[in-house]
């Protein structure tokens, strides 16, 4: 599915720290592995040094471990050369990292990450790098909802990144309380969840069996957002493999979601993944 992966770097660390990701992932898949920085205009020169060396350690990283890549440096707007490199060399996915900044806006409104997310034409792995130590993760997270677009490619891409660092993996599903009509919300054991489990996280898990992922199950009540955080804290998770928001404009307008509170608030790596692989 991935024969060729870009990451963008800039000067900060965390951005290194998600190639790394892309690096092992290229490695896994034996896939291409390209390294991009653009210079935007008017950038300080200590900008430029330091994405550069971030670059040349990322390319002879690759080499030792015998792996195809090439480093491109570009100068303009991210946005639209990136858009062009996608394009041009035809690659499946692209891993960039939030700034520290990001996390102060709302929605990412203005964020090259969030542009990047909705602009390019491949599949964005957009990572938040809270632990630049903790990069190979024993344990990941993956939360689910009940429906879940691109469910292959959301697999694929769990299993392989749990291939390269021998992790295991916990599904995670926040379940709604069902409603009765003279009772009010009943909240059902773990076992009862289990028979109700809905088919898209069914043919996930199925999926990480057909890859031969070690993987466990969670079933919990409550709000999605809240329950991540405190089941990847308690639980020392080391990194959360979570899908895109779906939500609409509007929507977001109101509140914030799922994903938006977790960016802000999680507590390890955290990996927002935007397949566009079809089925």
């Known amino acids: 599915m ?10 900060h660390l965390n951005s290194e720290i998600s190639a790394k990701y892309a690096l092992n992932l ?21 900008n430029l040094e330091k994405a550069t060396e971030a670059m040349k350690r990322l390319f002879t990283e690759a080499e030792k471990q ?20 996608v394009k041009h060399e035809e690659v499946d996915i692209v891993f960039t990292s939030t ?5 102060k806006k709302r929605f990412f409104k203005g964020t090259i990450a969030r542009k990047l997310s909705l602009t390019l034409p491949c599949s964005v792995a957009l990572a938040r790098i809270v632990h630049m130590g903790r990069i190979h993760p024993g344990k990941i997270l993956v939360p ?26 916990i599904v995670f599903h926040a379940t709604k309380p069902i409603k009765h009509f003279f009772h009010g919300e009943i909240h059902l054991p773990p076992v009862e969840w289990e028979k109700r489990l809905p088919k898209d996280i069914v043919m996930f898990i199925n999926q990480l069996e057909k890859h031969g992922i070690s993987y466990e199950r969670k079933l919990t009540p409550g709000a999605t957002a809240r329950n ?3 089941e990847a804290f308690t639980k020392r998770h080391d ?6 928001s779906e939500r609409g404009l509007l929507s977001n307008l109101l509140k ?12 390890c790596n955290l990996i927002i993944l935007k397949p566009l692989h079809e089925d």
């Open 144 to 169: 689910l909802k009940a429906t879940i677009n691109h469910v292959n490619e959301r697999a694929f891409f769990t299993s392989k990144m749990a291939q390269c660092y021998d992790s295991k993996v």
């Open 239 to 244: 990194l959360i493999i979570m899908g895109a």
């Open 256 to 267: 914030s979601g799922p994903v938006e509170d977790l960016l802000k608030e999680t507590p």
């Open 26 to 46: 290229a490695k896994i898949c034996h896939a291409k592995f390209y390294v991009c920085f653009v210079a935007v205009k008017g950038s300080a020169e200590t």
């Open 99 to 103: 700034r520290r900044e990001d996390i």
């Open 66 to 85: 015998d792996i195809i890549s090439e480093s491109i440096t570009l100068s303009g707007d991210p946005v639209v050369e990136l858009k062009k490199l």
């Open 2 to 11: 991935y024969k060729k992966i870009l990451a963008t770097v800039n000067e």
């Open 228 to 230: 991540i955080t405190i």
